[in-house]
Each structure stands twice: as structure tokens, then as C-alpha cells.
């Protein structure tokens, strides 16, 4: 398995070959798979906490009553209630739009079925049913949580690619961050890190780095 210090050189080497932008970049981990079959329905959907983070996630909480006012109060990023839900099953175009604003969705368990009647067959494909929160979980925990977190996502692909910063962070911060969903990756592999053939660091619009190994073999 790829090291930190590894991680930390890969990181160094991607920032030094990205040209300044007018934006910040973001720095991308990708991960290439191995002896998987993926006519099998191999698929990753896993909400990866990270370590470090610069800017948060953003967070919508369907709810109503208490907990859509803790959820206020815990300064979630919208709150939406039934009424609202209820609007979008005859507006596609806003419930897409609606969709694609949020990284993350988390829902009031007696809230759930009116999630699933308007908006599941849009929020079910791409990954963002929301999270099931229980009528007295703290729901200021649950936003905590998912802030400081990334979606890692394949379906049917023996790649993947998420976000683990950008280039205003440091080195170090972003190889703890890499290594922290590399780990989370292995362990939802059949075969662990066994069937990680490649790992590679980009920014958004530099060239992709691979790992010093790889890099060697070829040249050897």
C-alpha cells in the first residue's frame, strides 16, 4: 500500500505542475481497481469522514418540528419540511436543480417516506438518499459529521475519484486525508488492497501524478 510519505510527494509534485488559476483548485485522489468484475454489480458508496478539511460540505436536513428547528438552530445549510417535498413531485426541473446544490442530504425518519414518493428516483441514482436520522439523535452531531465528509462513489467502473482538499492546504494535511479514504476504500474491496493497481493525484486542471514506483518501472 501506498505510504504517507509517499502521498505527501505525490501531493507536492501535482501542485508544482498546475498552472495559477483565478480559482482555488481542488486536489483529486483517484484510485484505479484490479481483478474485479464489475458485471457483478461491484459498486462503492461510502461516506468517508476526512481528518482536515478547508471548506465544509454542504448539507440539506428534511425535517419538521424539533428537529427542523435544531437543525436551524445547528445552522444547517436548508431545511426543507413536507410541504416543500411535496412541491417538487410536479417540478422535475426544480427538483434536479434542488438536488445538485447539496453534497449531502439527511432526513427525519417519519420524513422519509415523503423523501422516497418526491424525490427518490432523482436522489437514488446519483448517490444522495438521504441519511435516516432518528427522531431524538442529536442532529448537530450528524451535521458535524457529514461537513467534514466526501462521498466515494463507483458504479460499475474500476476507477474513482473524489476530492480530499485543494491546494491551499497543507502537504501533510492532504496525505492525511488521502490515506484516511484510500483505508476506507481497501476495506470495502473483495480483496482489500490487493485490488488497488493505481493510485494517482491530480488538481483540477493539472496533469495527473502517479505513484514514484509505477513512475520508475516505466522508465527502468
Sequence with gaps: ???????????????????QRKFKQSIELITVFKDIDVKKGFALNEVVQLPKTS?????????????????????????????????????????????????FFL?????????????????????????????????DSFLSRFRSSIKVRARATLSCSVKIGDESMEDSDLAINANAVLNAIKNKLPNGEKNIKRVMIKTTMGKVIKQV???KKKHA
Design 107 to 139: 432526513a427525519d425518519t417519519q420524513v422519509m417516506p415523503v423523501v422516497g414518493k418526491t424525490l427518490g428516483q432523482l436522489l437514488g441514482p446519483r448517490g444522495k438518499m438521504p441519511t435516516p436520522v432518528p427522531f431524538n439523535a442529536p442532529i
Design 1 to 19: 500500500m501506498i505510504t504517507e510519505v509517499q502521498l505527501v510527494d505525490m501531493i507536492k509534485a501535482a501542485k508544482e505542475a498546475t498552472k
Design 55 to 103: 471548506s465544509p460540505a454542504t448539507v440539506c436536513v428534511m425535517a419538521t418540528g424539533e428537529m427542523g428547528q435544531k437543525a436551524k438552530q445547528a445552522n444547517a445549510d436548508a431545511v426543507i419540511g413536507t410541504d416543500e417535498l411535496d412541491k417538487f413531485a410536479s417540478d422535475k426541473r426544480a427538483s434536479r436543480k434542488f438536488i445538485n446544490k447539496y453534497d
Design 213 to 215: 514506483e509505477e513512475v
